[in-house]
C-alpha cells in the first residue's frame, strides 16, 4: 500500500503507527539559502530562483543554522518514534549542514545509535579553485537498536569485481563451475565467488544524479532536488525486508514511494508543498501505482481515499 498525505513532517505521527516503519528516509531541505524552483514546462529552468525558473516549490532560506537546526530536530524526534526496532533512519544532507546535522541526531539517538554514514558522489563534477570541489552528499544512517534490517547479499549491494582482481584471484571453481577465491583471516577462511561481486562500502559513486538537461531524462519530473531512482532502490532494498514499512516526510517529488512500490515495500510520504505532492501523485498515476491520498487537515490515517495509477 502506497499512501500520500500532504502535511508537515510533525505531524506524520497522525497517520503511521508507533514503532511500525523499517525504513525513514529524510531528505529535508539542505539550508542552501535560495527559494528553489521547479520546471513544469519548456522555457524553465529548475534550481535557485531565478528570471527563467518556473515555480517556486520550496523556500529553503533560514535566519541561521541554528535556526535551522531548531526546525531540523523535532522532527528527527518525530520520525524516530516511527521506527521499529529493526529501522534505520537515513537523514540526507549536504556539507552546509551534515555535521551539525550528526549532533543532532546524536542527542536525539544517543551517540549509541549511530550506525554509519554514506558518501554519495552525485557525479556533476565540482567547480572550485580554492580548495578541494565539494562533489558528495552525506547520508547519516541511526538505528534504535543492533538489530537493524540490513540486507547486505541483495545484489544492489554488490558490485563487480575490478577485471585485474578476477584475473589474479578467482583461478579456482567448485563443483558448479562457479569461480572462487577463499581467504583465511584470524583462522577462519571465508570463500568469495566471482559471480557475487563484491560488498559495496561507504562511498557510492554508481548512481548518477538527475542530468541538467531534464527535458530528456525519462525519469525527470522537473522538481528541483529529485534524487534518482537508483539510489533510492539500493537504500530500500538494503534497509527493508518484503512489506516493510518506509516512510518519507519530505517526498518532493516521490522517488522513495516508488522505488518502495518496485520493491514491493509498503510507503507513506508526505511534504508540505503543493508542487511536490502534485509532482508525487502524477508521478506514481504514470507508473501504474495504486495510492491512497489524504486531505490536509484529515486527522488519522482512516482519512485515506484510494488512487489508481
Known sequence: ?????????M???????????????????FSIGAELAA???????????GARTGPVAYDDRWPSLAAYLAWLE??????????????????????????????VCDRVFGTVGFVGEVVWVPGNGAKSRRGPGLGHQTL?????????VWNADDPVLRAPFAATSLKTHFRREDSKGRRYRDRTVGGKTYRYYADEGRALGS?????PAMVANTPICAEATGYPTQKPQTLLNRIVRASTTVSGLVVDPFCGSGTTLQAAALAGRDAIGSDVGDLAIATTGSRLERAGIAFETAAVRASRVEGFSARRG
Request: aromatic share 8%; proline share 5%; with cysteine.
Open 74 to 103: 523535532p522532527r528527527i524526534a518525530v520520525m524516530r518514534s516511527l521506527l521499529s526496532v529493526r529501522g534505520t533512519l537515513w537523514l540526507h544532507l549536504d556539507q552546509r549542514a551534515a555535521h551539525e546535522a550528526k549532533l
Open 39 to 49: 520546471r513544469t514546462k519548456a522555457g524553465e529552468a529548475r534550481g535557485r530562483r
Open 140 to 148: 547519516l544512517l541511526y538505528a534504535k537498536t543492533r538489530g537493524f
Open 1 to 9: 500500500m502506497i499512501r500520500l498525505v500532504q502535511c508537515d513532517a
Open 203 to 207: 562511498v557510492w559513486a554508481d548512481c
Open 11 to 29: 505531524n506524520l505521527a497522525d497517520y503511521v503507527e508507533p514503532e511500525s516503519a523499517e525504513l525513514v528516509y529524510l531528505d529535508p531541505p
